[in-house]
C-alpha cells in the first residue's frame, strides 16, 4: 500500500481509463479487477489499493471479493500456465492420473508456480470443452484427448529444460 | 393497528404483519434460538438455527429472515428442528478450536450457552483442527480466530453501525475467515476506529479486549441494539 | 430501422441468398471445441484451396456454431448433400474438395462415424445421432455464422420479436408463454410463463432481465455452445422478455471460462444494436431494451439466482435467503426476471409458432424440448437436443452411439453435483423433471456424463462432494461444515478406513445438509451421494466391509 502505482506505467492508464469507463461505480468492480488482471497477470496489493481509492471502497471489501472468486489471483500464475481441466468428464478419463503424474514430473502442485516464475500448475472446475476430454490448457491454447507425455513434451517446448 | 393471525406451535397469535417470525416468537415469549442474528443488525440466514417448519412449504426457513403472513402455521419445536439444532451446534464446535477452560468467554459465551440448550453432551464428528491466528497487533483488542464461529455480526456490526467497514471475510467454504482490510493485521488496519463494537457484537470469545483475563470477559451485544434504536432518534 | 425497414431488409437479406451463385456450402464448425482440435487452420486451407481452383464464386464457406459431436472434430458440412466429414486435418482438404465439389462423391472413409455403426452415412440426417433428434434451441446452430445477423434474419430472425412488439401486449406474450408450458431450463424446471407473469404484476419503474449463463456444472457446455453458435438468439429472447415483464434493462451473465461465448455475445450486441433491434425504441416501437454482459469469475455458486445477483452488483456471489424472490426483489432490490440461456433461446420459436405447438412436444409435465450435453465414456459426445421424455437408452445407445471401446453401460450422471446417478437398470426412464427426481437424480441444466465398469461409484460421490465442499461460499453452517465433514467421510469409505458408524453418520449428515443448507448450492450437495448410496449401496458395503474384517468396532467420539 505503500508503493503507489507510478502513473506513467501504461498498464495503470489502462486500469484508470477502464475505471473512468466504468463512471467510478462500485458495481463494476468485479469488471476492473478483470481488466486490471488482464494486464498484470495477477492482483498485485498496490493495484488493489489503487481500485480502492479510486471507487471508494474499503479495502476489506475489494480483498473479500477478490479471494471469493477462483478466477482472481494474488500472487503471480507463472509466465507459461498448465491448466489441468478436472471437470466430470475429465475426471471419467483418467485427469486425476494426468495431474498426479503431473505434479510429479513437475514438482509443483496445483496452484503452484516454479521458482523461476517459469511455470505455474493450476486447475480448473470444468472449462467445457466435455466432448475432448481429458483436457489440458497451456497458455490459453486448449489440448484435447491429451496423455501426460505429450503435455510434459509441450511444457518442455515451451520453457526449454525440465 | 392492523394485526394478522397466525399461529405458532398450535398457538394462536395476533401479530403485527411485516415482522419476521423470530420477531413474532420473542414477542409473544417463544424462545427460538439463534447465533448469527442480532437485533439492530441486518438478518443473513446463515446460522440455520431459527429453522421454522411452515404448512404447505416444503423447505424449512430461517425465522430471521421470513416474514410472517396471514394465517400461516409455523412450528418451531419438531423433533425434526430439534435434531438439526443439535446437528449445527456440534458442527460449530467441530469446525475451529473451542477449548472452553480456557476462553476468556467461558461462562459468558453464546456458543456455550447453545451447547447446554441443545443438550449437546458428545460431539459425534471429528474436529477439523484447522490452523487459526491469534491476531494480537491491535493496541486494545485481539482476535482469535480458533474461536471464530463466522456470525458475521462483528462484520455488520462495523459496516451497518460504525461505518468503519473494517471487518470482511475472505475466501470460501471452510476456509473462510474474517478480515480487516486487505488481510492486514488489526494493529495496522487503516479503517479501524477502536470503538469496540466488534467485540460486543461477538457472541464467542473470538474478539476480546486485552484488558481482561481468562473467564472475565463480559459482553453486552444489546449495546448494539440500543445504538442502532437512539439513531432512530435522529431521524424523528 | 423502423418496422418496415426491417422488413424490407429481411427480404433484401433472403433474396440474397437465394440469388447466390454458390451451389455449394461448406460449413465448418467453429465452435470452442472444434477449434480446440484445430478448425481455424481446416478453414484457412480451405479457403487457400478454393482460391486456387477458382471455385470462389461456386462454393461459400461458412464458419458456424457446433454441429454436435465435438469428439469427433473438427466437423465439415457439405450442404447441400448434407455429408459431414470428421476429424478433417488440412492434409484431406484437396482431396475432399475433389472429390466431394468437382465429382460429386463422398469420401466414405473420412464420413462422420462412430465404432459402434454399421456404415457411415453420406447424409448426415440418416445418422440416427442426428435423426433421433428435435431441434428448436439448437436449430441453427451449425448452419449459420453466429458472428453475422444477417444469417440470422434469414432464419427467421428477430421474427418474433417484431411479432410481439406490434401485434401482441405483454400480456398475449405471457399468455403464449404459459400456454407452452415451457419450463425453466436452468435445472428447477420452474413453469417459464408463471415466471414472467409474476415479474410483470410487481409494479415499479425500473425492473431487470438477467440472462444466467454460469454454466458451472462440470461437465456441462449446452449454454457455452448457445452462447457461441447462436447468440442472437439469446438476445432475442431476453428483449421479448424484457417487453413482456416491462424491463428496459438487460444483463446476460456469462462465465470467464467461456471467452468465445463473450466474444461472440457482445459482437451480436453490437450488432443488434447498430440494426435498432437493440437500444432506444426498438423497431420505431415505444419498447427500449439494452443488454450488457457481465463476466463471471469463476464461482460455481454464483448460477444461483441471488447469487448470481450479488456477482452483478460487484460483491462476493453469497445467496441470501429466498422469499424475498428475485421477481419482487432482486438486482439493486426491484423485480427481476432471471433465466438461463437455453430458456432464452426457446422463446423466439414459442413466439413464432405458437404456444400450442409447442406444449405439444414432450411429456404432459415437461413440454418441449431440452438440450443435453454427452461426455464420458460413450462413441458420440457432444450436444444434442431431444424431446422431453426420450429415453436415457435412445439417448446413449442410438444417438450417443452406446459406449466407448466396446464396454458396459454401469450409469449415467445427471445435474452434475446437484444431480445424480442412473443405473443400467432404470436406462428405459424417460427422461423428464419428475421421472428423474424419482430416480434420485435431477435434469439440471444438461450434463449427462456416461460411466462404463471403470467408474468406481464412491469415489464418483466423494468426487462431487469434493466439488460442492470447494464451491460453498461458506455462508451458512451446515454447507460450509457439513460438505467438508461428508467430504472426509467419504475419503474415508475411500480408503477402506471407514465403519458402519461412519456411514450412519454420512447418511444423517447428508438428509440435515439438504434440509438446512440456505441455497439450493449445500440443498443439492448431498443428491450425487444419496443416489449412489440408493442404486450402488454393495460399494459402499464392501469397502466397509473390509474395514471391518481388520478391525473390531468402537463407537468413536469426541469430548469437548
Known amino acids: 500500500m505503500n508503493n503507489e502505482l507510478p502513473a506513467t506505467d501504461p498498464r495503470v492508464k489502462l486500469l484508470a481509463a477502464k475505471i473512468k469507463k466504468e463512471n467510478f461505480k462500485p458495481d463494476a468492480l468485479i469488471e476492473i479487477l478483470h481488466s486490471a488482471q488482464n494486464s498484470y497477470g495477477y492482483l498485485p496489493m498496490n493495484v488493489l489499493a489503487y481500485i480502492a481509492k479510486a471507487l471508494h471502497l474499503p479495502p476489506s471489501r475489494i480483498y473479500s471479493t477478490v479471494t471469493f472468486y477462483h478466477f482472481f489471483s494474488l500472487k503471480s500464475k507463472g509466465e507459461h500456465t498448465c491448466l489441468v481441466c478436472t471437470g466430470t468428464a475429465c475426471y471419467v478419463k483418467g485427469a486425476q492420473a494426468i495431474l498426479n503424474e503431473l505434479e510429479k514430473k513437475t514438482g509443483l502442485k496445483a496452484g503452484q508456480v516454479s521458482a523461476d516464475n517459469k511455470l505455474g500448475v493450476q486447475v480448473a472446475r470444468c472449462i467445457g470443452a466435455c466432448g475432448l476430454a481429458p483436457v489440458v490448457v497451456l497458455d490459453d491454447e486448449v489440448q484435447a484427448k491429451v496423455t501426460t507425455d505429450e503435455i510434459i513434451n509441450k511444457i518442455i517446448d515451451k520453457i526449454g529444460t525440465k | ?236 | 430501422m423502423n418496422r418496415q425497414e426491417f422488413k424490407d431488409l429481411v427480404i433484401a437479406e433472403t433474396e440474397k441468398t437465394k440469388n447466390s451463385t454458390c451451389k455449394h456450402k461448406i460449413c465448418i464448425c467453429c465452435g470452442a471445441g472444434c477449434i480446440s482440435s484445430g478448425s481455424e487452420a481446416v478453414m484457412k486451407k480451405l479457403q487457400e484451396e478454393i482460391i486456387e481452383r477458382g471455385l470462389q464464386s461456386e462454393v461459400e464457406i461458412i464458419p458456424t456454431g457446433c454441429m454436435g459431436p465435438c469428439n469427433q472434430g473438427p466437423l465439415m458440412k457439405y450442404l447441400p448433400e448434407n455429408s459431414i466429414y470428421q476429424k478433417v486435418d488440412c492434409s484431406n482438404i484437396s482431396q475432399i474438395v475433389q472429390s466431394q465439389v468437382i465429382e460429386k462423391k463422398p469420401i466414405e472413409h473420412l464420413l462422420l462415424f462412430a465404432d459402434s455403426r454399421e456404415r457411415p452415412f453420406s447424409n448426415a440426417d440418416e445418422d440416427p445421432f442426428f435423426s433421433k433428434q428435435l431441434k428448436i434451441v439448437l436449430k441453427n446452430c451449425g448452419q449459420l455464422n453466429p458472428e453475422r445477423i444477417e444469417d440470422y434474419l434469414v432464419h427467421e430472425g428477430y421474427r418474433a420479436l417484431d411479432k410481439a412488439l406490434f401485434e401482441m401486449s405483454p400480456e398475449d406474450v405471457i399468455a403464449e408463454i404459459k400456454q407452452s408450458r415451457m419450463r425453466g431450463r436452468g435445472g428447477a424446471g420452474y413453469p417459464t410463463g408463471l415466471k414472467w407473469e409474476t415479474v410483470y404484476k410487481y409494479v415499479n419503474d425500473q425492473k431487470y432481465v438477467i440472462c444466467n449463463g454460469d454454466e458451472g456444472d462440470p461437465g456441462a457446455f449446452m449454454d457455452r455452445s448457445v452462447l457461441e453458435g447462436n447468440p442472437h438468439r439469446v438476445l432475442e429472447g431476453m428483449a421479448i422478455g424484457g417487453y413482456a415483464v416491462g424491463a428496459s434493462k438487460g444483463y446476460a451473465y456469462i462465465r470467464g471460462e467461456y471467452p468465445l461465448a463473450i466474444k461472440r455475445f457482445e459482437a451480436a450486441i453490437k450488432q443488434a444494436k447498430k440494426m435498432g433491434l437493440l437500444g432506444p425504441n426498438i423497431l420505431g416501437s415505444n419498447f427500449s431494451f439494452d443488454v450488457e454482459v457481465r463476466i463471471g469469475a469463476g464461482a460455481f455458486v454464483c448460477g444461483e439466482e441471488t447469487a448470481l445477483i450479488a456477482s452483478i452488483e460487484g460483491k462476493r456471489g453469497t445467496p441470501r435467503p429466498r422469499p424475498p424472490f428475485p421477481a419482487e426483489s432482486g438486482l439493486w432490490g426491484k423485480p427481476t426476471l432471471i433465466n438461463n440461456v437455453e430458456t432464452f433461446a426457446g422463446i423466439a420459436p414459442i413466439i413464432n409458432n405458437g404456444g400450442e405447438w409447442y406444449s405439444e412436444i414432450g411429456t404432459p409435465k415437461s413440454a418441449g424440448t431440452k438440450v443435453f450435453a454427452l461426455a464420458g465414456k460413450i462413441n458420440y459426445s457432444g450436444l444434442i437436443e431431444v424431446p422431453m421424455g426420450t429415453s436415457l437408452r435412445e439417448i446413449v445407445f442410438d444417438i450417443g452411439g452406446g459406449i466407448q471401446g466396446g464396454g458396459e453401460f454401469k450409469a449415467a450422471q445427471t445435474g452434475g453435483p446437484s444431480g445424480g446417478c442412473i443405473p443400467a437398470e432404470h436406462l428405459d426412464v424417460k427422461m423428464d423433471y419428475e421421472a428423474l427426481v424419482n430416480l434420485g437424480s435431477i435434469m439440471g441444466s444438461g450434463g449427462l456424463i456416461v460411466m462404463d465398469q471403470s467408474s468406481d461409484m464412491v469415489d464418483v460421490a466423494r468426487f462431487f462432494m469434493e466439488f460442492c465442499m470447494d464451491e460453498s461460499c461458506g455462508k451458512c453452517v451446515p454447507c460450509r461444515v457439513g460438505t467438508k465433514m461428508m467430504h472426509d467421510l467419504l475419503q474415508k469409505i475411500c480408503d477402506n478406513n471407514a465403519s458402519r458408524i461412519d456411514l450412519e453418520r454420512l447418511e444423517e449428515l447428508a438428509v440435515y445438509v439438504k434440509e438446512a443448507s440456505l441455497c439450493g448450492l449445500g440443498g443439492s450437495a448431498p443428491n450425487p451421494l444419496l443416489s449412489t448410496l440408493r442404486h450402488f449401496r454393495n460399494e459402499y458395503e464392501t469397502r466397509i466391509g473390509k474395514y471391518e474384517e481388520k478391525h473390531i468396532e468402537v463407537p468413536q467420539t469426541s469430548e469437548v
Open chain 2, 1 to 236: 393497528m392492523n394485526t394478522i393471525d397466525i399461529k405458532i406451535n398450535e398457538r394462536s397469535l395476533k401479530v403485527l404483519p411485516g415482522i419476521t417470525i423470530l420477531q413474532a416468537c420473542r414477542d409473544n415469549g417463544i424462545d427460538i434460538l439463534t447465533m448469527c442474528h442480532l437485533k439492530g443488525l441486518s438478518d443473513v440466514g446463515a446460522c440455520r438455527l431459527c429453522l421454522v417448519e411452515i404448512e404447505g412449504i416444503n423447505k424449512l426457513l430461517s425465522a430471521c429472515t421470513t416474514r410472517v403472513a396471514s394465517n400461516m402455521v409455523i412450528r418451531t419445536d419438531t423433533e425434526k428442528i430439534k435434531r438439526y439444532q443439535r446437528i449445527t451446534t456440534e458442527l460449530f464446535f467441530a469446525e475451529r478450536n473451542h477449548v472452553c477452560s480456557v476462553c476468556v468467554a467461558n461462562g459468558n459465551c453464546e456458543l456455550q450457552e447453545l451447547g447446554y440448550k441443545v443438550g449437546m453432551d458428545h460431539i459425534r464428528y471429528p474436529f477439523l483442527f484447522p490452523e487459526c491466528k491469534v491476531d494480537t497487533s491491535h493496541q486494545y483488542f485481539v482476535m482469535d480466530h480458533n474461536r471464530c464461529i463466522m456470525c458475521t455480526r462483528c462484520v455488520r456490526a462495523c459496516s451497518e453501525v460504525e461505518g468503519a467497514f473494517n471487518w470482511d471475510v475472505k475466501n470460501r467454504g471452510f476456509q473462510v475467515r474474517v478480515i480487516s482490510d486487505f488481510d492486514t493485521p488489526w494493529g495496522e488496519s487503516i479503517t479501524c476506529t477502536s470503538c469496540g463494537k466488534c467485540l460486543q457484537a461477538c457472541p464467542t470469545g473470538a474478539l476480546w479486549s486485552k484488558d481482561v483475563v481468562q473467564g472475565q470477559l463480559e459482553k453486552h451485544p444489546e449495546m448494539i441494539t440500543e445504538l442502532v434504536e437512539k439513531r432512530k432518534l435522529l431521524l424523528t
